[in-house]
């Protein structure tokens, strides 16, 4: 199968993925009533559901009451159209795209529901810890049956550690943040995401993508008091910033750490 295939099936996953951003927050069901629109509550048709055509062809409003419809339901498409067409182009065999495919749309949904509702619900982060965990236990069971799959990456023994690290390491900051700054640094939900990443990618690719989150948060925090003329202490949620580092690091490890190691090198020339 061609990789664009990936892209196309990546956009119309992203459809459901909004679906799954707007309704586990809110504690609703992600399957029934049929999508609707949030204002007149109209049902959406066939036409109404292709993804990002639809939000273009429809001129961005509901066609019944004509309230505007966000333009984050078709970026949130095209990014997993995107991010299915590069883990597709990346992944070494079918049981670790799969696996690449849901980690990708967990990290999706954790971004943009953090960011709306300030909270990474455990109906999302507990499954991805669960599914990490299956697919590197994968090899090994299938062994059981008599099958041969394909080595997991990261192995069981990596993801289980790499789980329990993430979990320890943010609970203690956690801990340690509340001391200092009084009050909640990092909430409950993002140690659970640390312990799903963690599942996920294996100790090396939890390290360097929990090192991004942190020089996005840097970034962007900066940006932020930058903007607003030096006024900080505007809770940003970490979450996302986690999930892209996550997302990250499963693409762009080696340029990343190239870049880094060369950055290193010029500090080094420098002194
Ligand atoms: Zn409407």
Redesign the pocket.
Known sequence: MPDIFYGFLGLFIGSFLNVCIHRIPREESIVYPPS???????RLCARDLVPVLSYLALGRR??????PISAKYPFVELLAGVAFWLAASQSENEVMLLKNFIFLSGMIVVIFTDLEHMIIPDAISLPLLGAGLVFAALPAVAEFAGMTLPAAVPGIKESALAAAAGFGGFYALAVIGELLLKTEAMGGGDIKLAAAMGAFLGWRLLFLGLFLAFLYGSVIGLALVAARGGRARQAIPFGPMMAAGGVTALFFAEPVLAWYAGLLDNLWSIT
Do not use: A, L
Request: proline share 8%.
């Open positions: 609707h629109c949030p204002e007149c509550g109209m509901c066609r019944e009451c004509w309230s």
